[in-house]
């Protein structure tokens, strides 16, 4: 499938992300934009230069490959990763489809529908979030615990059409309740959408973990219902295409090994403040205030941990019973393509 097309017909727009941020490396190494001219200085000559887009800006939330690349790791298996800062998810999938990129990381509730549905060729070789980043924020005077609550309501979401929309209107299926019945408008990610609630302009909105971990940090009580109590999906995940899967695995392998390493390293709390220092190397203001920026640390580790096993680790049960409810909510309209279209343990497996 024409992959204009098909980004276009999912509502993203085929665009060279900050174009003067890399290269298309066109000599030896590869003709495609999985691989990066880097910067002046920036990379060993004898280390492979790949790019990988995040979901959103440089945040801590991505902290796994800043940590990978400041301490060696990614060296250590002849790699070094451009990572460039995202604009929204769109941005990720469409530079990794489109070539320019080979690795990106999106929520499956995202991945999902335009494999099933777009034809896609992507799949998720790495989850990071094993518990959902979103939860519904309420009053705590007035929670909201269960979606019945919100029928009728008005609750703010952080974009329109994606995936916390989505998440909102999966909670109400997975529970009996039609999602139309629920207002939905933008309140945003950042610390702000508290004030549509402060004005009753909402009765409550979706928030993420960097923002719920500033809300507490501030002593701002809310009350947080948690999307994966009714609406369980696979969270933010590493995903290449396809095509790469076919050829890249010991650098997918690599990738993946290296950032593992990085995720046991961020788990020390002695090495915090070498996870930040190497966070500020991308983003100085995301860590422009200490305290908050642990704390958002800490916060992604929680949600990054699997209950067994791993950090990035793959639950295929997990997987199934999400795309299963994607389907039930219409989120997906394909009925038939099994769990391997969407997701391996491949290459987690060979670490």
Known sequence: ????????????????LAGSQFLVACGAGGSSG?????????????????????PFQHIIAHADVYVAQHEGYFAEEGLYITAIG???????????????????KAASIITCPLIADQNTEIVTIGQKDQVSQYSVA?????????????QGKT?????????????????????????????????????????????GEVDG?????????AFRQKNIELHYLNTDQFAPMPGDSYFVTKEVAQKEKEAITGFLRACRKAWNFMADPANHDKVLEAVGKYNEIEVSD????????????????????????IDLAAWEKGIDLMRKSGIIKDTS???????????????
């Open 138 to 150: 309420s009053a705590p005077d007035k929670p909201l615990t269960h979606p019945e609550q919100w």
């Open 86 to 104: 995202g604009t929204g998810t769109a941005s990720s999938v469409s530079q990794v489809a489109a070539g320019q990129a080979m690795f990106g």
């Open 155 to 199: 609750i703010g979401v952080i974009s329109k059409g994606g995936s916390t929309e989505l998440l909102l209107d999966a909670m109400s299926v997975a529970v009996g309740l039609d999602p139309t019945k629920v207002k939905k408008v933008v309140t945003g990610a950042d610390v702000s959408s508290l004030e549509f609630l402060t004005r």
């Open 290 to 313: 200490k305290a908050l920026a642990k704390a958002k640390l800490e916060a992604e580790l929680k949600v990054s941990k699997p209950a067994n096993g791993d950090f990035l680790s």
């Open 1 to 16: 499938m024409d992959r204009r097309k098909f980004l276009t017909g999912a509502g993203f727009l085929v665009t060279t």
């Open 337 to 351: 393509r099994p769990v391997s279209d969407f997701v391996t343990t491949e290459f987690l497996d060979a670490i």
């Open 34 to 54: 999985t691989e990066s001219a880097g910067s002046p200085g920036s990379a060993a000559d004898n280390l492979r230069n790949l790019v990988y887009v995040t």
């Open 205 to 213: 909105f979706i928030t993420y973990i960097g923002s719920e971990t």
